[in-house]
């Protein structure tokens, strides 16, 4: 299986970036540095979930843990190994 | 009586982090009506100064223009000052029902809806005709009432990036089985100054069978050949599904503001949007005030013309001086400086020079895109112009900033 790190960072990069040029990063803050706001965050979601085959609650999918492609790769494991 | 020390103190606390973060806002008191010059005190408590206003919504020179003055002064006395009541009970007069015709007339659509504002156009629309079935693809940079609105309808939401037609596409085909889909865009954006390109997205709501919502609030009365609006400029008349606009910018600039397009979706408006069923009718004095603008409008383009001739030659002086610009044609022309201090700096030192223009930062604009954002106006004349222009100048200069790009500015003051 693909890393999901790089799985989750291509995603972001091609989903949210407008300048292919602007440097992303696995640290990169994306809803508290502004590249993705909260409507958009709601396709990047659906996407984990329609890739990862988890469910991932309102409550867990917050603002936070949505924040760097980092956090969301733990959130992902996280759920990956409840399966 | 609950406001205890505690809960006062939480509410300082939080307006000292809002002060602490920059993003306190004061308001400026004026003096005179709205024009191309006003009369401004800034700071509070400091002498009045008259400056030139390059930051209001004033497009067309209407907000004060002794035409539209008259007429709401004939309305006020033939119609009265307030309804106290909202439409549909006792707030409906005849001229509600004359100024909805005559913009369904002059957008060319089938059907208007008055609302208090267009923020309670955007606010009540999307609940109003859309249920869970539906989804709402918005472009990233529409307007926060637009934003508000998306909010209250239960229907699904996705974005797609700011123009991006190809990655509008991508989300009208992957929502190709909701019921219905409607795509969400400004036609003038206004933080940017430019246009939605609604004839390519037209064809993609065509396409994928989605309707098109457009706001035009920063367009009505002045884009397009004879001012109908961004439809007007991308010859998709009649192709939009909905177009919401407001009468508190070009259109006289009081207040006010509509949903205008497909008459079943007016319909459903008027049924059931909670601004409009819950909030007062308009006062008929504004009415009678955007009935004189359309009917000045529909005679003759001579202001937006003038506002067209306007635009072209402070972009083109700006340009020339060497500032960095968004590109675009309509009168919202954007001074890009990208540091939020420099921004400020800026605005303040413009005001000394006896310009009034505004910076503009994170988080109404993206960090990094920090800029004055400057609006051209009917009411200007050449000689405020160049008067502004030679301020433009004198402060660039002093920041250095003249004819260097934008990597160049950030490496002198950051993002």
């Given at each position: 299986m693909e890393n999901i790190k790089d799985v989750v960072l291509k995603y972001v990069v091609d989903e949210y970036l407008d300048d292919p040029e602007d440097e992303m990063t696995y640290e990169t803050p994306l809803i508290s540095g502004g590249i993705v706001d909260s409507f958009s965050m709601v396709s990047l979601k659906r996407f984990l979930e329609a890739t990862y085959k988890i469910s991932l609650p309102d409550d867990r999918a917050t603002p936070e843990a949505f924040d760097t492609v980092n956090s969301i790769t733990d959130l992902v494991n996280e759920f990956l190994a409840k399966k | 009586m609950g406001y205890s020390d505690k809960v006062r103190g939480i509410y300082q606390d939080t307006l000292q982090k809002i002060e602490g973060a920059g993003l306190f806002k004061t308001e400026r008191k004026i003096f005179s009506a709205q024009s191309a010059e006003i009369e401004v005190e800034f700071p509070a408590g400091a002498p009045r100064k008259r400056v030139i206003n390059m930051c209001a919504n004033n497009y067309l020179g209407l907000s004060s223009h002794p035409d539209v003055v008259a007429a709401a002064h004939q309305g006020l006395d033939t119609h009265g000052y307030g309804m106290s009541s909202v439409r549909f009970i006792c707030g409906t007069q005849d001229i509600h029902k004359e100024l909805e015709q005559k913009i369904t007339e002059f957008l060319g659509t089938e059907d208007t809806i008055l609302f208090p504002s267009c923020m309670d156009a955007n606010a009540g629309v999307f609940e109003a005709i859309l249920t869970e079935e539906d989804v709402m693809i918005s472009d990233r940079l529409v307007h926060a009432s637009i934003i508000d609105g998306i909010r209250l309808s239960p229907a699904m939401r996705d974005t797609f990036k700011h123009q991006n037609m190809e990655h509008l596409e991508q989300k009208l085909i992957q929502f190709a089985d909701k019921r219905v889909k409607i795509v969400i865009t400004d036609g003038v954006f206004s933080m940017d100054g430019?246009?939605?390109?609604?004839?390519?997205?037209?064809?993609?709501?065509?396409?994928?069978?989605?309707?098109?919502?457009?706001?035009?609030?920063?367009?009505?009365?002045?884009?397009?050949?004879?001012?109908?609006?961004?439809?007007?400029?991308?010859?998709?008349?009649?192709?939009?599904?909905?177009?919401?606009?407001?009468?508190?910018?070009?259109?006289?600039?009081?207040?006010?503001?509509?949903?205008?397009?497909?008459?079943?979706?007016?319909?459903?408006?008027?049924?059931?949007?909670?601004?409009?069923?819950?909030?007062?009718?308009?006062?008929?004095?504004?009415?009678?005030?955007?009935?004189?603008?359309?009917?000045?409008?529909?005679?003759?383009?001579?202001?937006?013309?003038?506002?067209?001739?306007?635009?072209?030659?402070?972009?083109?002086?700006?340009?020339?001086?060497?500032?960095?610009?968004?590109?675009?044609?309509?009168?919202?022309?954007?001074?890009?400086?990208?540091?939020?201090?420099?921004?400020?700096?800026?605005?303040?030192?413009?005001?000394?020079?006896?310009?009034?223009?505004?910076?503009?930062?994170?988080?109404?604009?993206?960090?990094?895109?920090?800029?004055?954002?400057?609006?051209?106006?009917?009411?200007?004349?050449?000689?405020?112009?160049?008067?502004?222009?030679?301020?433009?100048?004198?402060?660039?200069?002093?920041?250095?900033?003249?004819?260097?790009?934008?990597?160049?500015?950030?490496?002198?003051?950051?993002?």
């Open positions: - | 430019d246009t939605a390109r609604l004839d390519e997205m037209v064809a993609l709501c065509e396409k994928y069978d989605a309707l098109l919502f457009v706001d035009d609030s920063h367009s009505s009365g002045f884009i397009g050949k004879t001012g109908r609006g961004t439809h007007e400029k991308y010859n998709v008349m009649g192709k939009i599904d909905i177009i919401t606009t407001t009468f508190g910018k070009a259109l006289g600039g009081a207040s006010g503001g509509c949903v205008s397009g497909r008459k079943e979706l007016v319909e459903m408006c008027r049924q059931k949007a909670r601004p409009y069923l819950f909030s007062n009718t308009i006062a008929p004095v504004v009415v009678a005030g955007v009935l004189n603008v359309l009917e000045t409008l529909s005679k003759s383009t001579e202001r937006r013309d003038k506002l067209e001739t306007n635009s072209a030659y402070w972009r083109q002086g700006l340009l020339d001086a060497g500032f960095v610009l968004q590109p675009g044609d309509t009168p919202i022309v954007p001074v890009m400086l990208f540091n939020a201090k420099l921004a400020q700096d800026f605005s303040r030192d413009l005001y000394a020079e006896g310009i009034y223009a505004i910076g503009f930062f994170f988080p109404v604009v993206p960090n990094g895109a920090a800029r004055i954002r400057t609006q051209i106006s009917a009411a200007h004349e050449i000689h405020h112009l160049d008067k502004a222009l030679e301020a433009f100048i004198k402060v660039g200069k002093k920041y250095n900033i003249l004819g260097k790009d934008k990597k160049q500015i950030i490496e002198m003051y950051g993002m």
